[in-house]
């Protein structure tokens, strides 16, 4: 669950660079206030799952393509704005 968590939250992008470890880095960060404000929406909506409501699969997979959806549009939008090593 933690994975679907990861990907459907915006993060933070600095790289090892900004704490003096070399040039590239695949480093995320993520708030923690933002994990379990997603960690508790998600809870709602499996919650409703478990109890068999209806439509509720069809929520949590909407739920889920839109954050997709907004945190790669964060991404993009963001990539515009780092830092670029010279």
């Given amino acids: 669950m933690y994975v679907a968590v990861w990907r459907i939250s ?3 992008e600095a790289g ?3 704490h003096g ?3 590239s880095s695949d480093s995320r960060f993520f708030w923690i206030p933002d994990i379990n404000a997603m ?7 499996q919650h409703d799952v478990h109890l ?3 439509g509720a699969h069809q929520a949590l997979d909407g ?6 959806e907004l945190v790669t549009s964060i ?6 704005f780092r830092p670029t090593m010279v």
């Fill in 10 to 12: 915006s993060s933070l």
């Fill in 16 to 18: 090892a660079w900004s």
């Fill in 21 to 23: 470890y070399g040039r």
């Fill in 39 to 45: 960690l508790q929406k998600l809870a709602e909506y």
């Fill in 52 to 54: 068999r409501r209806p």
């Fill in 63 to 68: 739920f889920k393509t839109q954050q997709i």
């Fill in 75 to 80: 991404n993009e939008v963001s990539s515009h």
